[in-house]
């Protein structure tokens, strides 16, 4: 397995600590819940769609980009940092991209074992269950049953190829281009990028278009 040397505790540790700001979001959305302002379950909705919606739409932009640009696919492939940092898209958890793209010989998983790095520029927040133990410690363990437990099964003879995040290097996986979709323009084919897709727990499909 790549990138499986953790030597940056200390990094991995912010990421299970709120900065000050996120501290005082945090006491913040209690005071305004507990005095009935918010409503949680709108808070969650909210949360909801920055996991699953906005936040994977930059990487969504990236992969359809890859898919519709050869050469910025060959960039992509040397240098994803400089090529997502092309979109606009960079900062914090973005310092080192890698993009793992998956071939008929190869899926690529992403998973962090020890916390819960993960590349939010491209994919905004991390769902709950990236953060769970049961993920991070299964996807190593037993990829193919991962796949399985999200409705994903690859061809016996595609292997799984997990890639370990850590708070120096975060991953994204440029999913195969499916059939189907030829023609179609960048914006239509990042609508079938998912979140879940660019994690390795999905896969992208043309009926998936809005
Ligand atoms: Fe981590």
Redesign the pocket.
Known sequence: MSGHDHHHHHD?EH?NHFTPIEARVKALESLMVEKGYVDLSALDAIIDTYETRIGPRNGARVVAKAWSDPAYAARLKTDGTAAVAELGYGGRGGEHIVACFNTPEEHNLIV?T?????PWPVLGLPPVWYKSPPYRSKAVIDPRGTLADFGVSLPEGQRIRVWD???ETRFIVIPMRPEGTEGWSEEELASIVSRDSMIGVGLPSPEDRP
């Open positions: 991995h990421d962090c020890l916390c819960s790095c993960y995040s850590t708070a």
